[in-house]
């Protein structure tokens, strides 16, 4: 290991060196268990904020949460005074990091601002009356801000995880502030990856569920990163990466990689069905069996009864199609279903073919409100869901052959154009 | 009353509406994969691509070329909360 790292701890309340100029002036959050509602940690996170120092200005990198800002502002307030202050760049608007934003540039008002095309009217919100009292730039890739010696350089990198984030450059060190990209919530005081407790999990954890629905909008941001020379990533949660920051880079790039290569070239059909009498079962079998004449389509089918839908959100992500049979129950769809479908928000489901189809006894409504669902998620329903009372007759199983034909038809592209007239709808 | 022929490709159908339909008003109803956050022309959720018939549309109205602005849309994207048809036909598919 290099001499150069120490393993020193920060005094609590101090700001921790990166690099000559360049310092960390975040917060600990050691007692946070819950983040976001959704996302759990076992031992905190930290919020970093940075700050960077050239001969001709002093530029602050994000905030912290806003009960934080008193930590923050007592490091800041160590490395430099607002006065100084001729830039402040905002990677990210959400408020676990631009909790500080407003009180800063009441202290230091003639820093101008820097924010992603879209970052604009996020920071319109959070500032309110004061938004006009500020300058702001939007910037994009590859504009730059100077300060004397040093330049920070803007890679425009949205939906990681926001539409307004992006990342920043300290091209003569080869720094990078990713904000939340390669962040993780993960608290320890030593803040270097090489002086931190193991915080692996916790790493892969907050790419499963922050970044992996966005997986095509990582890839696009890599893209702009890995061509860079980097020294250290400093992102906005977590350990800073500063021993083989490329390793982590690498790794990212792994995970947007599809994770189940697909040795077939056809479509995939995925029907996921549960069935209380084996009505719905025999529908599945019989769309499947639809579905399967198309010889572009691999076609696959899978009881939910097993109760684990975990095991399937890898399939999904990699499928063309996703159909749902329910029976209705209790005026729902049964719980089942509702977890596979929850399971989806960890990953993307936009412009996917969704379809529902389910047996019932009295009403029915089931199939409507998945249909719903899937269109919540972003994905087409071209074809209207079927509904079928007790069990099929054999001129009703046809009806779900038709049916898995017609979902074939439009996952290859080769559905008959329809008209309609918008009475009918 | 004036009518129009509206197409959504990814779903393979045509819709015959009445003009002054907005896409919000029967995309959604056809399973079309284009989707809307606000629903007011605000957060850009809707955007969606006119294939063909982009002059059949009424012109977008100063909030609409605002937050396409600032989402920097595709010259042949539009708000589908948003836009009205007019006549003729129009093509379009989620952005
Ligand atoms: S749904 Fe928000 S702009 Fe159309
Ligand atoms: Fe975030
Ligand atoms: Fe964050």
């Known amino acids: 290991m290099p001499s150069a790292i120490t393993l020193a701890r920060p005094g609590p309340g101090s700001p921790v060196e990166l690099a000559p100029g360049v310092h960390w002036t975040g917060a600990l959050d050691p007692g946070l268990r819950v983040f976001d509602v959704i996302l759990r940690t076992a031992n905190g996170t930290t919020y970093n904020a940075y700050t960077v120092r050239g001969s001709a200005g002093v530029a602050v990198i994000d905030t912290v949460k806003a009960e934080f800002a008193g930590a923050f502002f007592e490091r800041l307030e160590q490395v430099a005074r607002y006065e100084e202050i001729t830039a402040l760049v905002l990677n990210h608007l959400e408020p676990d990091h631009t909790g500080a934003v407003a009180e800063l540039l009441r202290r230091a008002p003639q820093a101008r601002i820097h924010v992603a095309p879209r970052g604009l009217d996020m920071l319109r919100a959070l500032l309110k009356d004061e938004f006009a009292d500020y300058e702001v730039v939007r910037v994009r890739t590859g504009d730059t801000v100077s300060l004397g010696d040093r330049s920070l350089r803007f890679l425009t990198t949205p939906y990681v995880h926001w539409p307004e984030t992006q990342c920043t450059y ?28 193991d915080f692996r999990f916790s790493f892969e954890y907050y790419f499963d569920h922050i970044m992996r629905p966005f997986r095509r909008h990582v890839s696009d941001a890599l893209d702009l990163i890995e061509p860079l020379e980097i020294a250290m990533i400093a992102p906005a949660h977590g350990p800073v990466l500063r021993s083989h920051p490329r390793e982590y880079i690498t790794h990212y790039r792994r995970l947007v990689t599809k994770r189940l290569a697909s040795e077939v070239a056809q479509k995939t059909l995925l029907i996921f069905y549960v069935s209380a009498y084996g009505a719905t079962s025999q529908m599945a079998a019989a769309v499947a069996e639809g579905a399967a004449e198309n010889a572009d389509v691999r076609v696959s089918l899978f ?19 996703i159909v749902l049979g329910t029976p209705t129950i209790n005026g729902d769809a049964v719980k089942t279903v509702w977890d596979l479908l929850a399971s989806f928000v960890d990953i993307e489901t936009k412009g996917k073919l969704g379809g529902a189809f389910g047996s019932y006894g009295w009403t029915g409504e089931a199939v409507a409100m998945v249909e719903s669902r899937l269109q919540g998620l972003k994905m087409r329903v071209p074809v209207k869901g079927l ?11 046809e009806d779900c052959r038709g049916f898995g034909r017609q979902l074939s038809a439009h996952l290859t592209g080769t559905a008959e154009p329809r008209e309609i007239d918008f009475a009918s709808l | ?7 959504f490709s990814d779903v393979a159908l045509t819709v015959n509406v009445p003009s002054g339909t907005r896409i919000i008003e029967i995309s959604e109803k056809v399973g079309a994969g284009i989707t809307y956050g606000c629903r007011e022309g605000e957060c850009g959720t809707c955007l969606t691509r006119i294939e063909s018939g982009a002059e059949n549309l009424t012109e977008p109205s100063v909030l609409e070329q605002r937050v396409l602005k600032e989402n920097m849309a595709a010259r042949d994207e539009r708000l589908a909360c948003q836009c009205q048809v007019l006549g003729g036909e129009i093509k379009v598919r989620p952005a």
């Open chain 2, 1 to 7: 009353m004036a009518t129009a022929k509206l197409t």
């Open chain 1, 387 to 397: 509904r079928i009372k007790l069990h099929p007759t054999e001129p009703e199983l």
């Open chain 1, 303 to 321: 009881d939910l009864a097993v109760g684990e839908v975990a095991p399937f959100v890898d399939l999904v992500e990699e499928a063309d199609g």
């Open chain 1, 170 to 197: 300290l091209e003569e060190e080869g720094l990078l502030f990713t904000c939340d990209l390669m962040g993780c919530h993960f608290c320890d005081e030593r803040l270097f990856n090489d002086a931190v407790g």
